[in-house]
């Protein structure tokens, strides 16, 4: 089940939960609603990705424990906060020099996402306790860098 509440009428801000799965697909169409088609497909990636990782690591895939997502739309930008209801991680991912390609296949698959992450937002913040995570992608004027995926 998604439950959404809508912003009130001087408020930016909306928040849906829905309970850890991987079926994500109508989370994130309702989560891209407002978002210009052609970012889109980088920031479903990104949404996915975070998503997924809280859905799979945070709520180890518990059905009886759900995700939260506030989502604001300005004309200044889009910003997500994700929380889920697991114990927490430590973030220690230095996206600069994130290289995986030197790991073995096994292991170059965890932290990949976190670099990605970093890739597709301008930012890209945990809390200290690891159990929240919010993500925001501005609205630049004039000249835009060409979007990861197409």
């Not at 096994?106 to 976190?114: A, L």
Request: glycine fraction near 6%; include cysteine; proline fraction near 6%.
């Amino acid at each position: 089940m998604i439950a959404i509440s809508l912003p009130p009428a001087k408020r930016n801000w909306s928040t849906m939960s829905f309970t850890s799965t991987l079926f994500l697909c109508p989370v994130l169409d309702l989560l891209l609603a407002n978002i210009p088609s052609d970012l889109k497909p980088e920031i479903r990636l990104g949404l996915q990705e975070a998503l997924v990782n809280a859905a799979k690591h945070g709520n180890n895939l518990d059905p009886s424990k759900s995700i939260v997502v506030k989502f604001s739309v300005t004309k200044e930008g889009y910003s997500w906060l994700i929380s889920d209801e697991g114990k927490g991680f430590t973030h220690n991912c230095d996206c600069d020099d994130c290289q995986t390609n030197h790991l073995p296949p096994e292991e170059s698959e965890h932290g990949r996402g976190f670099c990605l992450l970093h890739e597709i937002f301008d930012q890209v913040q945990w809390d200290q306790q690891g159990t929240q995570l919010k993500l925001s992608k501005q609205v630049k004027k004039g000249k835009q860098r060409q979007p990861l995926l197409s």
